[in-house]
C-alpha cells in the first residue's frame, strides 16, 4: 500500500523560507510524477509545483515561479519543496500527490495518490 507523508510546515513571517518533505513508502516503483498543491480556506485546492522523475522535468505555477524549487532524492523516495520570499498569500494546507504517467499536471483528478498534508502560515 502506498503512503506519501508530508512533514516541514509550520508558521514564518513574510519573506521566510520553508522546506516541505513528501515522503513515499511503500509500492513506488510505478510512480513517475510527484507534485504539490495547496488549499487556502474557502478556496480550490491548485497545482503549485510538480516533478517529472523520468526525465527531471520541473514546472511551477505563475504564482511560485522563482520563489518555489522542487526536487526530488529517488534513493530516498522523498520530493522537496523549498519555498523561498514567502508571502501571506501562500498560506494554505499544502499537499503532496503522485501518479504513474510521466507529465506533470496541475489538474488535481489525475493524481491517484495524496499526503494528509500539511499547513503552511505565513504572518507577522
Known amino acids: 500500500q502506498l503512503q506519501l507523508v508530508e512533514s516541514g510546515g509550520g508558521l514564518v513571517q513574510p519573506g521566510g523560507s520553508l522546506r516541505l518533505s513528501c515522503a513515499a513508502s511503500g509500492s513506488t516503483l510505478d510512480l513517475n510524477t510527484y507534485a504539490w498543491f495547496r488549499q487556502a480556506p474557502g478556496k480550490e485546492r491548485e497545482g503549485v509545483s510538480c516533478?517529472?522523475?523520468?526525465?527531471?522535468?520541473?514546472n511551477y505555477a505563475d504564482s511560485v515561479k522563482g520563489r518555489f524549487t522542487i526536487s526530488r532524492d529517488n534513493a530516498e523516495n522523498t520530493v522537496y519543496l523549498q519555498m523561498n520570499s514567502l508571502k501571506p498569500e501562500d498560506t494554505a494546507v499544502y499537499y503532496c500527490?503522485?501518479?504513474?504517467?510521466?507529465?506533470?499536471?496541475?489538474?488535481?483528478?489525475?493524481?491517484?495518490?495524496w499526503g494528509q498534508g500539511t499547513q503552511v502560515t505565513v504572518s507577522s
Open positions: 516533478i517529472s522523475t523520468s526525465g527531471g522535468n520541473t
Open positions: 500527490a503522485a501518479r504513474a504517467g510521466s507529465t506533470c499536471y496541475f489538474q488535481k483528478f489525475y493524481y491517484r495518490h
